[in-house]
């Protein structure tokens, strides 16, 4: 079962396609990671395998991906801008667990004004609303996380499988086509207060996400916590927006 792997897969081909892309550093110990959930029986092998590349424009582009059988299926996948850049993070939370799937999909802005979500948001709003007729919103959101999210962020639980594997694959292509448009069109911002703006927002983002990471349970109960905080902090969400932004 690797409900995620044709996004990933796809991911990473477009990538090669459209960028300058060369390799991001993954510390030892996070590139393969083994683990068991369950009992008995129902023990289940959980592999967690992570990916990292980098462009002139995308200090890290990172994902994990955790593979433990037909109810625990996770492909996390972030974009983090160079901060020279007022680039949205292209942020993709696709996870399935044995209550369902879980999906969350957006350029997660930096800045919430009429100028960013014009820039940011608007080109987006058509894809979103074809899609949204057809993923509906799904509900129950933490408040503290919605400053991190544009209007053009697709929410959903859907129930079948199927789902998955054609619209919201379909969705997932459309908004990382989108990015890469934004990415090509970038131009560095020169002024040094804006610059100091992006690299606050950066590091807010980066903060949160640390914080509160929804994985945190799942990967202390797999692989230990002392792992697990080594992952969050040493490569899903680097503190530093400067560094490796050659
Ligand atoms: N989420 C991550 C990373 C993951 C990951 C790095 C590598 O940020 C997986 C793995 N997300 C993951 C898992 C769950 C969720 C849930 C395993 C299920 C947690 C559980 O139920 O045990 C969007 N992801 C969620 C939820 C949200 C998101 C809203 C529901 C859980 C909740 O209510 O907190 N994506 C997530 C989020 C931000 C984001 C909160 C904030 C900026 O970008």
Known sequence: MTLYQPFLDYAIALLKERLDLSPYPIPEGFEYKEGTMGKGKKQEAVITTSYAFKSPKLRQIRAAHVRGGASLQVLNFVIFPHPAYDLPFFGADLVTLPGGHLIA???QPLFHDAAYQQKYSEPILPIFKAYQ??????????????????PAFLWTRPQEMEVVQTRVLEAFKDYLQAYLDFVEKAEPVTDSQQREEILEAQRRYIAYRAAKDPARG???????SEWTEEYIHGFLFLPDPLANAN
């Open 105 to 107: 999909l957006d350029m």
């Open 133 to 150: 007729q057809h993923l509906p919103w799904g509900g129950d959101f933490p408040e503290e996380a919605k400053p991190f999210f544009s």
């Open 218 to 224: 799942m990967f202390t109960r797999l692989y230990g």
